[in-house]
């Protein structure tokens, strides 16, 4: 299991870029890297996926070194309405065992006015 | 047009009750997954189910149980239940072959006394 690490929180000021690592040092060739977004009382919410290099969409971009062992999720002009859970997640392509889908505890990012 | 819907959204109840949580989704998903979350944030999945396969995560009691009449629904029984049971339980489903990607459900705050 590609088992992840993330900080548990972090805090930033409105307008800022906020970038958030998330270690997966056992990441298996045909496993991906995703990100989900949760708010308080609703369920996380699909963010962005990549495999390798960068990821780009309208919310956000991923960073993923040649290694693969990390990677980095950038939110770019942070608003208060950013505030919120961020889970990193490792999945293998097309599945795989269900314990694989376990989240972790996340990173609490909290925006300050 | 909710995508992922469960109902009840809180249920209370006291220890040793049988109880059941409904999710329905109008996405046209083939897989559909339950989640647990405990108080400290950690997102575990419980089951991943299609019409042709369910995974269990083996760590889940078996007093828990899912059953789905049909494609659009994955409901979740819980037999006997317990203290440790306390939790918020997400529904999610997801396209084919992309595992990657899951939309859930609102919750449903489980509080057994």
């Known amino acids: 299991l590609a088992k992840t690490t993330q900080p548990i929180s972090m805090d930033s000021y409105e307008g800022q870029e906020v970038n958030i690592t998330c270690s997966h040092n056992n990441i298996a060739t045909n496993d991906y890297i995703t990100w989900y977004q949760q708010f308080p009382s609703q369920g996380p919410r699909f963010i962005i996926q990549g495999y390798k290099t960068k990821v780009t969409n309208e919310v956000a971009s991923l960073f993923i070194p040649a290694d693969r062992k990390s990677s980095t999720l950038s939110l770019p002009r942070v608003s208060l309405s950013d505030t919120a859970v961020y889970y990193c997640?490792?999945?293998?392509?097309?599945?795989?065992?269900?314990?694989?889908?376990?989240f972790g505890s996340g990173t609490q990012l909290t925006v300050l006015p | 047009d909710t995508a992922v819907s469960q109902t009840p959204k809180y249920l209370v109840t006291q220890m040793g009750n049988d109880k059941s949580i409904k999710c329905e989704q109008n996405?046209?998903?083939?897989?559909m997954y339950w989640y647990k979350q405990d108080s400290k944030k950690f997102l575990k999945i419980m089951f991943s189910y299609n019409n042709k396969e369910l995974i269990i995560n083996e760590t889940v009691p078996n007093r828990f149980s899912p059953k789905s009449p049909d494609k659009a629904h994955l409901n979740l029984h819980i037999n006997s239940l317990e203290l440790g049971d306390s939790a918020v339980y997400f529904c999610?489903?997801?396209?084919?072959?992309?595992?990657?990607?899951?939309?859930f459900g609102p919750g449903t705050r489980l509080t057994v006394t």
């Open positions: 999610a489903s997801s396209p084919p072959g992309e595992t990657y990607e899951q939309y």
């Open positions: 997640l490792v999945v293998p392509y097309g599945g795989g065992s269900a314990r694989q889908l376990t």
């Open positions: 996405l046209g998903h083939d897989t």
